[in-house]
């Protein structure tokens, strides 16, 4: 699927988060076509082909709510909880697996290498002004803790996106599974009931034999 990154602009992010948002969805729509004409092997390639290009396009937008200058999150007037709100954002850009057991100091690192050129950068928290005229009367356009309110904004975005992606590689998981318990994308579908789904919010399906081996390798291994 071709992404037409030219949309991704300083000038329209929210247009551009709105068209891969329904990229994502059409791609969800194709993959249950193929499932449902029973070609589990060719859903799972074809959604395993779609998710480097969101990975890529999904990460470009994030970078770009970011704003030109990230560093200016670490500021002391940002609210802490603003600041945790954007290194989460920044961990999943420089670690999205889930399944690894990856660093947090050397991730940390890595986060605060990218944006530490900002930290004594004026223009960073400089007021911003139409024109040289009001920059002479000290009449701002914005002032920097009018950008704050923005960059908060901002994240909330950049999270929507992130978690529209999310979904899409928890797609990939349930076909993976779906393929190992060798079952039908109907029987897949009837697994969790819509009574349940609807009382319970959501459910959480287990293959019940992986499990069982798994606790008699332990077994096993607390035998030897």
């Known amino acids: 699927m071709n992404l037409n990154n030219q949309a991704i ?4 992010p929210l247009l551009a988060q709105q068209h891969l ?14 499932l449902m004409m029973g070609d589990l092997d060719l859903a799972r ?12 396009t999904t990460t470009r937008l994030v970078r770009l709510w970011f704003g030109p200058y990230p560093g200016a999150f670490f500021h002391k007037e940002v609210a802490p909880e603003t600041l945790e709100r954007f290194l989460h954002l920044q961990r999943w850009l420089h670690q999205d697996d889930v399944f690894t057991t990856a660093d947090d100091a050397h991730v940390l690192f890595a986060i605060i290498n990218e944006v530490r050129g900002d930290f004594w950068n004026p223009r960073v928290v400089e007021n911003e002004y139409y024109d040289k005229v009001n920059q002479l009367l000290n009449r701002p356009r914005r002032t920097f803790q009018d950008r704050i ?3 908060t904004g901002a994240l ?3 999270e929507i996106v992130v978690e529209n992606f999310q979904r899409l590689m928890g797609f990939e998981l349930e076909l993976r599974s779906m393929r190992l318990m060798k079952r039908s994308f109907d029987d897949w579908s ?13 459910a959480i399906i287990v293959d019940k034999d992986v499990i069982e081996n798994l606790r008699h390798r332990q077994a096993a291994k607390a035998v030897q």
Not at 45 to 56: G, N
């Open 149 to 151: 309110g923005d960059l």
């Open 9 to 12: 602009t300083d000038q329209r």
């Open 45 to 56: 390639q074809r959604l395993l082909e779609d998710m480097p290009v969101f990975r890529e």
């Open 21 to 34: 948002i329904r990229a994502l969805y059409a791609a969800t729509s194709r993959i249950r076509c193929y």
């Open 156 to 158: 909330t975005q950049a």
């Open 190 to 202: 009837q697994l969790v009931s819509e009574d349940e789904l609807q009382q319970h919010g959501g």
